[in-house]
Nanobody, 122 residues
Framework: VELVESGGGSAQAGGSLKLSCTIS?????VAWFRQAPGQEREGVAH???????VYAESVKGRFTISKDNVKNTLYLQMNSLKPDDTGMYYCAADGIYCSLLNPSKHADFGYWGQGTQVTVSS
């Protein structure tokens, strides 16, 4: 399984960015994580095979995770961006359902993209 992210960049606070992650191979649980300099990698949102989505409290109402199953591409639409959203964003996937692992724990995911930088300025 290979994951390739794109779409990162810079935005002003209040702006929007959309990240994409092209997935080759079959996966069941997919997620976005982010990591700010000097901080732990944290879960942002995950999407289970049945369409269930869960968001971190810090992004709820602002970010939307979705997947195009025809293109096998995962997306993260980020609106109302804040400087605290700055960091390296990674897509992650695994071959089992989200309910069978801890989707907020990065160590539970077996496949990772290379990351894409998001910088939000005030």
């Amino acid at each position: 399984v290979e994951l390739v992210e794109s779409g990162g960049g810079s935005a002003q606070a209040g702006g929007s960015l959309k990240l994409s992650c092209t997935i080759s191979g079959r996966t069941f649980c997919v997620a976005w994580f982010r990591q700010a300099p000097g901080q732990e990698r944290e879960g942002v949102a995950h999407l289970d095979y049945d369409g269930t989505t869960v968001y971190a409290e810090s992004v709820k109402g602002r970010f939307t995770i979705s997947k195009d199953n025809v293109k096998n591409t995962l997306y993260l639409q980020m609106n109302s961006l804040k400087p605290d959203d700055t960091g390296m964003y990674y897509c992650a996937a695994d071959g089992i359902y989200c309910s069978l692992l801890n989707p907020s724990k990065h160590a539970d995911f077996g496949y990772w993209g290379q990351g894409t930088q998001v910088t939000v300025s005030s």
